[in-house]
């Protein structure tokens, strides 16, 4: 790739991409791989396994020996009771097999998931902006909670039950042989048509249970959707809609599970009829080989209780491979965000940016396209030259390409066409995180977390001092109500600071800037949604944060753009005028009505 031209492929949305392949458990294959980072538990689970399948399967065994020696002991009290505390010792053996199956198996199911949901996320941070306008982050959220849970479930129930009904029902398939072959042989006749009705259903319930979880996925998408908006909507009286529309989301999602339910149910019942009632037949047989005197009562007693245990894991296996194909649509869907590859990312060997930085800005003939509108260019051709220290007032209609200017200069997204430099070096030459580390960004509103003021402060530069963190605050007239909150700067601000007014946020994100300390400042309208108080509060931080740094305003207010060392005009994607303030206005061009539009007779 040359300097002067970028290539950006258009990413495709993973959600659709992927649901016409064909589903199987292959999917599965990261969630073991991510138990087996942890062999000394997965050991001590397969032991438990192996421990308790084994007492199971030895319970009919003492049951045999109870019959056949215990009652048939001419009622000698010490021998009958020998093999009942062999059935005791077998109980006890269960119990503390089957509690350290537990615990050993829920364990890795709670690490395993914590693990995946570690590396889904990190994935995530990797990812450009432009990957969350073509995937919604809130069906992305459904899929870290709902699918995540379906796998910790798979991991620390089904995979247990799993493995435990297969170990008996090869145990116990031996046992059956040791005790009458040639019953077991008529019972091994009957596995065919078990394997029938799975292969029969298995095809339509993998695609209906991914279906289901998708339609899961919508209902959570939707329910953070709407409380994220309760204002709007309760403003607007719109909960009767929006009730209306979760409950047509809740009944779609009913009638894919009615579906899916019912075609595990039509399965389940196949192999039930199929496996008990073949059994059934078999011990009917033994019993009437019981009376010819061809076997012991012990014997068709232990036939019976081992013929149940492998008929029950046979059957709890059919239902078991359900649970595994649904967890693995919930993997394939998981796996499908982290293998994701960031659109933006630094070449295997990123060209040092010059230090220290002086804070040059360049766009030569920049053309871009954004992946969700590549019919229509959000810039067409576009240079721009920003000086070290230079204030650049950009303002323009609706559309013009403003905030696209911001998001090309931290390197969200790559031109098409054209080249962006940073201190001399094309942005595609260095390495995305040093690019914005030497820029600083305040939006039109100010974004908050879900944490302490002083966290929220710190964001910009986490390693600050308590003074640094105070001498940002009273840069940025945040010092009065940050020392009136009920815990000082370890109070919080709940979800996006909703217990701040909007010019105390934004006096926030002013001071989060100044911490950064960065040489190039962009500043999206960011006293344009204030009332006026607010505003001059803000215009007053705004001035100490321009000091000495190369500043791009996207402008809304008068003041602005007056105090700017130059303004750009944009319209439709193109630079079409530049100057100062006086000289543009008596241009009589495109900056004269926009100002004489949003300022009236103050920008006389």
Excluded at 233 to 244: D, I, M, S
Aim: proline share 4%.
């Amino acid at each position: 790739m040359d300097e002067t031209s970028t290539e950006t492929r258009p990413q495709r949305r993973i959600f659709r991409r992927r649901r016409g392949e064909k589903r199987s458990l292959k999917p599965l294959r990261m969630v073991f791989a991510a138990m087996l980072q942890y062999p000394g538990h997965v050991g001590m689970a397969l032991v438990a396994l192996v421990i308790t399948a084994a007492a199971t399967l030895a319970i009919p065994a003492g049951f045999k020996m109870v019959i056949d020696s215990g009652f048939g002991s001419s009622g000698d009290p010490e021998q009958m009771g020998r093999w009942f505390r062999y059935l005791l010792m077998i109980v006890c053996v269960l119990a503390l097999g089957t509690a350290l199956r537990f615990y050993f198996v829920s364990w890795l199911g709670e690490r395993v998931i914590a693990d995946v949901r570690m590396r889904v996320q990190e994935n995530l941070l990797r990812l450009a902006p432009g990957f969350y306008e073509e995937n919604s982050p809130k069906e992305i959220s459904s899929r870290m909670t709902s699918d995540t849970a379906l796998i910790e479930t798979t991991v620390g129930t089904t995979v247990s039950v799993a493995l435990r009904n297969t170990l008996v029902a090869i145990g116990g398939t031996i046992y059956l042989f040791y005790l009458v072959p040639s019953l077991t042989m008529g019972m091994l006749l009957i596995i065919p048509a078990v394997v029938m009705p799975i292969t029969l259903f298995g095809r339509r319930l993998r695609k209906v249970s991914r279906t289901s979880q998708d339609r899961v996925a919508d209902i959570g998408a939707m329910v953070t959707e709407v409380l994220s908006a309760m204002k709007i909507v309760q403003g607007f009286n719109q909960e009767k809609r929006e009730h209306a529309r979760f409950s047509e989301a809740v009944e779609r999602t009913f009638t894919v599970a009615k579906r899916r339910i019912l075609i595990r149910a039509a399965l389940t019942a196949s192999v039930i009829l199929f496996v008990f009632g073949g059994i059934t037949m078999l011990i009917w047989r033994g019993a009437e080989a019981v009376n010819e005197g061809t076997i012991s009562g012990g014997t068709i007693a232990a036939f019976v209780l081992t013929a149940g245990l492998v008929a029950g894991a046979f059957g709890a296996l059919t239902e078991v491979y359900g649970d595994l194909l649904r967890a693995s649509g919930a993997a394939s869907r998981l796996s499908e965000l982290l293998v994701e590859e960031p659109g933006i990312s630094a070449p295997e060997k990123p060209q040092e940016l010059p230090s220290p930085p002086r804070g040059s800005l360049s766009f030569r003939n920049v053309t871009f396209r954004y992946p969700t509108r590549l019919e229509s260019p959000a810039l067409t051709d576009f240079t721009l030259e920003v000086e070290p220290g230079e204030t650049v007032a950009i303002v323009g209609p609706s559309g013009a390409g403003k905030s696209t200017i911001f998001q090309l200069a931290e390197r969200f997204y790559d031109p098409q066409a054209g080249t962006i430099r940073l201190d001399g070096i094309p942005l595609t030459k260095a390495d995305p995180a040093e690019i914005r580390k030497r820029i600083a960004f305040v939006p039109q509103e100010g974004v908050l977390f879900s944490a302490s003021a002083r966290d929220n402060l710190r964001y910009g530069n986490w390693d600050a001092r308590e003074d640094e963190i105070w001498a940002a605050a009273r840069a940025a007239n945040a010092t009065e109500f940050l020392e009136n909150l009920p815990d000082g700067l370890d109070t919080y601000l709940g979800e996006n600071g909703t217990q701040l007014s909007g010019g105390q946020r934004q006096r926030i994100a002013i001071a989060r800037a100044l911490l950064r300390n960065a040489p190039i400042l962009l500043l999206d309208e960011a006293t344009s949604a204030l009332d006026a108080e607010s505003e001059r509060l803000v215009q007053d931080a705004l001035e100490h944060l321009m000091q000495d740094r190369t500043t791009l305003v996207i402008a809304h207010r008068l003041a602005t753009v007056r105090a700017a060392d130059r303004i750009v005009v944009m319209e439709d994607g193109r630079l079409v005028e530049q100057g100062a303030h006086d000289q543009l206005a008596a241009n009589g061009g495109l900056y004269s009505r926009l100002a004489s539009l949003q300022f009236g007779n103050e920008a006389a």
